[in-house]
């Protein structure tokens, strides 16, 4: 699956968060990118250009595209419940997305190379399809040959927040995944409503 590869603090900049985590640039320069960044005088955003913004958002913040990204929506669209919180749920499931807030990566593109390289196993086994959606009681920790890599272990010890849905051993270095996060436990800032007016058109 194909996936952006530039550089993330000029995608931060044109949203104005930090939406890649931590950026010092991003302080110094918070403003769009670009020649005029600075003294151009924005128009006002239509209503179009604020739900596809908030859309183009979402899948830089969880590293998909748009085929990858349409497809998580429709199976949010297919389940009984508000289709924006379902799909934003879906996307904290990914397999690369918990390793990434379990603390064993220091940001979700790491995590996704991680899974992709096999070095994480999900209930005992190895698994590098990034994609793959947890289910509560899953167990996820790093493959024996990969535990002791410098990434991991200085992920592992700058692991400053916990989330109510996840569990981490450090001990034996193994998570589980306790239960599907309600939109009120999700820290991301994406106003998922917009998103789905934005594909109900």
């Known amino acids: 699956m194909a996936r952006y590869t530039g550089p993330t603090t000029k995608i931060a900049r044109k949203f104005g968060e930090a939406i890649f985590g931590y950026d010092k640039v991003l302080e110094k320069r918070n403003f769009p990118p670009g020649q005029h960044g600075v003294t151009r005088k924005r128009k006002k955003v239509s209503e179009f250009g604020l739900q596809?913004?908030?859309k183009q958002k979402a899948k830089h913040t969880y590293g998909l595209l748009e085929r990858q990204f349409r497809r998580f929506f429709d199976i949010a669209h297919r389940k009984s419940g508000p289709t924006?919180?379902?799909l934003l749920q879906l996307l904290e499931s990914r397999l690369d997305n918990v390793v990434f807030r379990m603390g064993f990566a220091p940001?979700?593109?790491a995590a996704r190379q991680?899974?992709?390289h096999k070095h994480i196993k999900l209930n005992g086994f190895i698994c590098n399809i990034p994609s793959t959606i947890l289910k509560p009681g899953d167990k996820i920790s790093p493959r024996e040959k990969s535990s002791d890599l410098d990434i991991i272990a200085q992920a592992v010890a700058k692991r400053n927040k916990k989330y109510s849905w996840l569990e981490l051993d450090t001990a034996t270095m193994?998570?589980?995944f306790i239960a599907v996060p309600q939109r009120t436990d999700i820290p991301e800032n994406i106003n998922?409503?917009?998103i789905v007016e934005l594909y109900s058109k």
Request: hydrophobic share 30%.
């Open 52 to 54: 596809l913004k908030e």
């Open 114 to 116: 991680m899974v992709s």
């Open 192 to 194: 998922e409503q917009l």
């Open 84 to 86: 924006g919180e379902i």
């Open 174 to 176: 193994t998570g589980t």
């Open 107 to 109: 940001t979700r593109r």
